[in-house]
Nanobody
């Protein structure tokens, strides 16, 4: 499955932004989907993930209560709604799809099957 992430941009602290991860070329509904991010000079960091059915989500402590992941009704897109953004949320955000939820949570770069290209999110103070 091919993934296309979009929706990044420049916002001010406290603002909201919604990212999209659109899938093509495969059965997206059979994959769990995760979001991770990478700030300059830092490693890839888990943000959140959603199960194949959309019934379960899991978030990093740093975004819990501010970010929400959901699956679109057409099962072709996963969204990352980001509220109350802070400068420390500045990073390139990546979506990924894998049949194993755990791989997404630990951001196992050697096992995750599908990655989208990153989308830049910049939060100014």
């Amino acid at each position: 499955v091919q993934l296309q992430a979009s929706g990044g941009g420049l916002v001010q602290a406290g603002d909201s932004l919604s990212l999209s991860c659109a899938a093509s070329g495969g059965t997206f509904a059979t994959y769990a989907v995760g979001w991770s991010r990478q700030a300059p000079g830092k490693g890839r960091e888990f943000v959140g993930a959603i199960s194949r059915s959309g019934g379960s989500t899991f978030y990093a402590d740093s975004v819990e209560g501010r970010f929400t992941i959901s699956r679109g009704s057409a099962k072709k897109t996963v969204y990352l709604q980001m509220n109350k953004l802070q400068p420390e949320d500045t990073a390139v955000y990546y979506c990924a799809a894998d049949r194993t939820f755990h791989n997404l949570v630990v951001v196992d770069m050697t096992r995750i099957e599908n990655w989208g290209q990153g989308t830049q999110v910049t939060v100014s103070s």
